[in-house]
């Protein structure tokens, strides 16, 4: 009997103490609970008691909203987009007028939706101008995903149960957190590109602070400045990462971008410039740096080339050796940005070719045929290379063959079959669809989604294959079989909608604005819109047609391109400062 109460009170303890653990969680769990509850009935206190923002009658801000048209992609300079034209147009007139461009490129009318309501709070326009809706037709995530449009609503949100599972899971384990491969400081030694990604979710690209969240095993999705998430797709091979966002591609080694690259980057700001000089002391300061003297030799030679073509001769020869020593992407960078200083294009284009033929890669080379402008018979020889680069075995990197499989459609502008076939080559590897989706939409009605789905048929090397194309093809043509884009004009009629009834909501009127280049699904929701709601809209498009007419049209859109160029983008302006104008009376 002695012995058994030791065993008995041994036995109780256990017990005991899960009991005064749940009382204590208990407790700390309905004080936080509490604190929780104050602290929402004081923030609906302070949001219920601020002030609405007063509109000033003399305020007269135009905010001009929408995808790559609106934000200028084409443009020579910020200056020369159709918002930034547009204010000079109003600003003898109208000095008190001010115009915003708040678009960013790649927009559907869903995204242009959920940031608008910020930027109504913040701007206060008269107007809004919306150019929307070329890019529903491709994008799949065409619902909005939140009700909050414009962050103006009171949330209440409970997070006491998760920092109770937190705490919970913390107790309970004390497994650190996986890190993810990708985190870390990354560099690219061949063009000074530099990637830092933090576990919080915070990424660095080039000095520019973004952030992350996950959007697959091998994809990201990156938002910088709050505006629309771009995908960025990334692999690791070795101790090497491989990160895309297209056309942005690098492959990257693991730590801090080298002191010596530095210099070669302010070089390379010093030639963006015209500082020659200052490019040239930065340039030779690297000359002697092991491992960056073929980058450092061949900003030199673009250094020295408006001033002393002798010394920039000598400089390429130097290039010239180190390439026959090592035919690797940064030697053949370094002698195509230094011919095309010099303006040899013929050199250029006869080295592009043996290159391309020679190691299947165009990685640094492909840029400079948009750079020279070819002749036809220049063009041809390309074309030729690229195609024998396509057959070289071992083949390249995936993205690699593909990037020589868009440059190939890019030169085939004047065959709209032979470009959509290579440009659904690409995407096929890398799973981008813009370069398709263009090839569609400057082919003149020649690429219709039937010639597409021929061109599956032709390229598909199995059923993985086919089905993915048939995934990108129908993906731009919309997934109905109809074909006949009902479902994008209706998802875009419903986003346009909504686009009205906030802009109204803060009392702005809004005025839809449809394409250069004809987009019927662009024009019917806005036909629709206008009808059900009377709603204003401005012609480009007829405006556009006038040019047309009068021989003008060559100089307004991009040559094989769907964007404008100045002209076009100061014909965009003049036609909405008319309708400016109009309603400022």
Same mark, same amino acid.
């Given at each position: 009997?002695?012995?058994?109460?030791?065993?008995?009170?041994?036995?109780?303890?256990?017990?005991?103490?899960?009991?005064?653990?749940?009382?204590?969680?208990?407790?700390?769990?309905? =004080?936080?609970?509490?604190?929780?509850?104050?602290?929402?009935?004081?923030?609906?206190?302070?949001?219920?008691?601020?002030?609405?923002?007063?509109?000033?009658?003399?305020?007269?801000?135009?905010?001009?909203?929408?995808?790559?048209?609106?934000?200028?992609?084409?443009?020579?300079?910020?200056?020369?987009?159709?918002?930034?034209?547009?204010?000079?147009?109003?600003? /003898?007139?109208?000095?008190?007028?001010?115009?915003?461009? =708040?678009?960013?490129?790649?927009?559907?009318?869903?995204?242009?939706?959920?940031?608008?309501?910020?930027?109504?709070?913040?701007?206060?326009?008269?107007?809004?101008?919306?150019?929307?809706?070329?890019?529903?037709?491709?994008?799949?995530?065409?619902?909005?995903?939140?009700?909050?449009?414009?962050?103006?609503?009171?949330?209440?949100?409970?997070?006491?149960?998760? @920092?109770?599972?937190?705490?919970?899971?913390?107790?309970?384990?004390?497994? %650190? %957190?996986?890190?993810?491969?990708?985190?870390?400081?990354?560099?690219?030694?061949?063009?000074?590109?530099?990637?830092?990604?933090?576990?919080?979710?915070?990424?660095?690209? *080039? +000095?520019?602070?973004?952030?992350?969240?996950?959007?697959?095993? *091998?994809?990201?999705?990156?938002?910088?400045?709050?505006?629309?998430?771009?995908?960025? &797709?990334?692999?690791?091979?070795?101790?090497?990462?491989?990160?895309?966002?297209? %056309?942005?591609?690098?492959?990257?080694?693991?730590?801090?971008?080298?002191?010596?690259?530095?210099?070669?980057?302010?070089?390379?700001?010093?030639?963006?410039?015209?500082?020659?000089?200052?490019?040239?002391?930065?340039?030779?300061?690297?000359?002697?740096?092991?491992?960056?003297?073929?980058?450092?030799?061949?900003?030199?030679?673009?250094?020295?080339?408006?001033?002393?073509?002798?010394?920039?001769?000598?400089?390429?020869?130097?290039?010239?050796?180190?390439?026959?020593?090592?035919?690797?992407?940064?030697?053949?960078?370094?002698?195509?940005?230094?011919?095309?200083?010099?303006?040899?294009?013929?050199?250029?284009?006869?080295?592009?070719?043996?290159?391309?033929?020679? &190691?299947?890669?165009?990685?640094?080379? @492909?840029?400079?045929?948009? /750079?020279?402008?070819?002749?036809?018979?220049?063009?041809?020889?390309?074309?030729?290379?690229?195609?024998?680069?396509?057959?070289?075995?071992?083949?390249?990197?995936?993205?690699?063959?593909?990037?020589?499989?868009?440059?190939?459609?890019?030169?085939?502008?004047?065959?709209?079959?032979?470009?959509?076939?290579?440009?659904?080559?690409?995407?096929? @590897?890398?799973?981008?669809?813009? +370069?398709?989706?263009?090839?569609? /939409?400057?082919?003149?009605?020649?690429? &219709?989604?039937?010639?597409?789905?021929?061109?599956?048929?032709?390229?598909?090397?199995?059923? *993985?294959?086919?089905?993915?194309?048939?995934?990108?093809?129908?993906?731009?043509?919309? *997934?109905?079989?109809?074909?006949?884009?009902?479902?994008?004009? &209706?998802?875009?009629?419903?986003?346009?909608?909504?686009?009205?009834?906030?802009?109204?909501?803060?009392?702005?009127?809004?005025?839809?604005? $449809?394409?250069?280049?004809?987009?019927?699904?662009?024009?019917?929701?806005?036909?629709?819109?206008?009808?059900?709601?009377?709603?204003?809209?401005?012609?480009?498009?007829?405006?556009? /047609?006038?040019?047309?007419?009068?021989?003008?049209?060559?100089? @307004?859109?991009?040559?094989?391109?769907?964007?404008?160029?100045?002209?076009?983008?100061?014909?965009?302006?003049?036609?909405?400062? $008319?309708?400016?104008?109009?309603?400022?009376?």
């Amino acid at each position: 009997m002695g012995d058994a109460s030791p065993v008995s009170r041994r036995g109780q303890r256990p017990g005991r103490r899960p009991r005064r653990g749940l009382a204590i969680a208990f407790g700390l769990g309905l =004080a936080l609970l509490l604190l929780k509850v104050a602290l929402q009935v004081i923030a609906l206190a302070v949001w219920w008691s601020r002030p609405v923002p007063v509109v000033d009658p003399a305020t007269k801000t135009i905010l001009c909203v929408g995808d790559s048209f609106t934000f200028g992609i084409g443009a020579s300079s910020d200056a020369t987009s159709y918002p930034a034209q547009l204010q000079g147009l109003l600003r /003898e007139d109208h000095p008190d007028v001010t115009v915003v461009n =708040a678009a960013w490129p790649g927009q559907t009318s869903a995204i242009v939706f959920q940031r608008l309501g910020n930027q109504l709070t913040r701007h206060r326009p008269k107007f809004v101008y919306v150019l929307v809706g070329y890019n529903d037709r491709w994008d799949t995530s065409r619902e909005i995903l939140t009700t909050d449009a414009g962050g103006e609503r009171f949330l209440v949100v409970c997070r006491t149960a998760r @920092l109770l599972a937190l705490i919970s899971n913390a107790w309970r384990t004390e497994r %650190p %957190p996986e890190v993810p491969p990708f985190v870390g400081e990354w560099h690219d030694p061949d063009d000074g590109a530099s990637l830092t990604i933090e576990a919080d979710g915070r990424m660095v690209v *080039d +000095g520019s602070e973004m952030q992350w969240t996950t959007d697959g095993p *091998d994809r990201l999705a990156v938002t910088w400045q709050g505006l629309a998430a771009f995908p960025l &797709t990334w692999q690791r091979h070795g101790a090497r990462l491989q990160a895309s966002a297209d %056309p942005w591609r690098h492959e990257f080694e693991p730590g801090p971008l080298p002191p010596a690259w530095h210099r070669l980057l302010a070089g390379r700001d010093a030639l963006a410039k015209g500082a020659w000089a200052e490019a040239a002391r930065e340039y030779s300061a690297c000359l002697d740096e092991p491992g960056y003297e073929v980058l450092a030799r061949g900003g030199l030679a673009r250094a020295l080339a408006p001033v002393d073509a002798a010394a920039a001769d000598e400089q390429i020869a130097h290039v010239q050796r180190l390439y026959a020593a090592d035919p690797g992407p940064q030697a053949a960078t370094a002698l195509v940005g230094a011919w095309l200083a010099r303006g040899q294009h013929e050199t250029l284009v006869t080295f592009a070719c043996a290159h391309l033929e020679r &190691t299947g890669s165009g990685r640094g080379i @492909l840029g400079a045929f948009r /750079e020279m402008l070819p002749t036809p018979a220049q063009t041809a020889r390309l074309a030729e290379a690229l195609r024998k680069a396509l057959r070289v075995d071992p083949p390249p990197s995936t993205l690699e063959r593909a990037e020589v499989w868009r440059a190939l459609g890019a030169l085939s502008a004047d065959d709209p079959v032979q470009a959509a076939r290579c440009m659904l080559a690409a995407a096929n @590897l890398d799973g981008v669809a813009a +370069g398709l989706a263009k090839a569609v /939409e400057i082919s003149g009605g020649r690429v &219709t989604r039937a010639v597409c789905e021929r061109l599956v048929d032709e390229l598909a090397k199995g059923p *993985d294959d086919r089905a993915r194309m048939l995934g990108l093809v129908g993906a731009i043509f919309g *997934d109905d079989d109809g074909g006949d884009g009902e479902e994008t004009t &209706t998802s875009l009629l419903r986003h346009l909608r909504r686009i009205v009834a906030l802009c109204r909501e803060h009392g702005a009127e809004p005025v839809l604005l $449809d394409y250069p280049r004809e987009v019927q699904e662009v024009r019917t929701a806005l036909a629709r819109c206008a009808k059900d709601l009377g709603v204003g809209t401005v012609a480009i498009r007829a405006a556009f /047609e006038r040019a047309e007419h009068e021989g003008r049209a060559e100089d @307004l859109i991009l040559p094989g391109k769907i964007h404008c160029t100045d002209a076009g983008y100061a014909l965009l302006a003049r036609t909405v400062a $008319d309708d400016v104008v109009q309603r400022l009376r």
